[in-house]
T-cell receptor, first 110, second 114 residues
Framework: GQQLNQSPQSMFIQEGEDVSMNCTSS?????WLWYKQEPGEGPVLLIA?????ELTSNGRLTAQFGITRKDSFLNISASIPSDVGIYFC??????????FGAGTTVTVRA | DTGVSQDPRHKITKRGQNVTFRCDPI?????LYWYRQTLGQGPEFLTY????????KSRLLSDRFSAERPKGSFSTLEIQRTEQGDSAMYLC????????????FGSGTQLSVL
């Protein structure tokens, strides 16, 4: 089963807002990754993190690898409508088998 | 680079029937993975090939499931005597070399067992 606890489960965004989500694990991971999945498609990699404490950005996305190696967070700044989707964290401890969180569903607030 | 291709995209079957899915990885990728994703959950690892060798199988992969990659290129995943609990999205991924960040996922096969 899933080893990762991802929160929040869902969130509503208004264009221009900053949003944040996080992931915790009972296990240590060597690599943390963040993916986005849209309906009917496979996950697409957003950011990969390799070292405890590492902070990495990809455009408006910023992610950090927690110093305990058991957690990570993802921030999206100045959100836009195309940011909607499901965001997954994933951890890897042995370089081939990812463990995924249950996802954070991001929806545009009406 | 045409991406990871999976066929069919959707499959509806009756309980007890056998189904087979195909995955064509990105050309020259020697690692191929199968994951299963149920509604509201993240993908779960099923099995992994390096070239034609199947190197690990998850306990999720019951005896009714079998995966092959006969020539180290495309792979098939067969489910025998399907059950309603097998309904899920089956995702294939491939990578060229070591490093999970180099994993590319296909669009998946959505299986519905009636």
């Amino acid at each position: 089963g899933q080893q990762l606890n991802q929160s929040p489960q869902s969130m509503f965004i208004q264009e221009g807002e900053d949003v944040s989500m996080n992931c915790t694990s009972s296990s240590i991971f060597n690599t943390w990754l963040w993916y986005k999945q849209e309906p009917g498609e496979g996950p697409v990699l957003l950011i990969a993190l390799y070292k405890a404490g590492e902070l990495t950005s990809n455009g408006r996305l910023t992610a950090q690898f927690g110093i305990t190696r058991k957690d990570s967070f993802l921030n999206i700044s100045a959100s836009i409508p195309s940011d909607v989707g499901i965001y997954f964290c994933a951890g890897d401890s042995n370089d081939y088998k990812l463990s995924f969180g249950a996802g954070t569903t991001v929806t545009v607030r009406a | 680079d045409t991406g990871v291709s999976q066929d069919p995209r959707h499959k509806i079957t009756k309980r007890g029937q056998n189904v087979t899915f195909r995955c064509d990885p990105i050309s020259e990728h020697n690692r191929l993975y199968w994951y299963r994703q149920t509604l509201g959950q993240g993908p779960e690892f099923l099995t992994y090939f390096q070239n034609e060798a199947q190197l690990e199988k998850s306990r999720l992969l019951s005896d009714r499931f079998s995966a092959e990659r006969p020539k180290g290129s495309f792979s098939t995943l067969e489910i025998q005597r399907t059950e309603q609990g097998d309904s899920a999205m089956y995702l294939c991924a491939s990578s060229l070399r070591q490093g999970v960040e180099k994993l590319f996922f296909g669009s998946g096969t959505q299986l519905s067992v009636l």
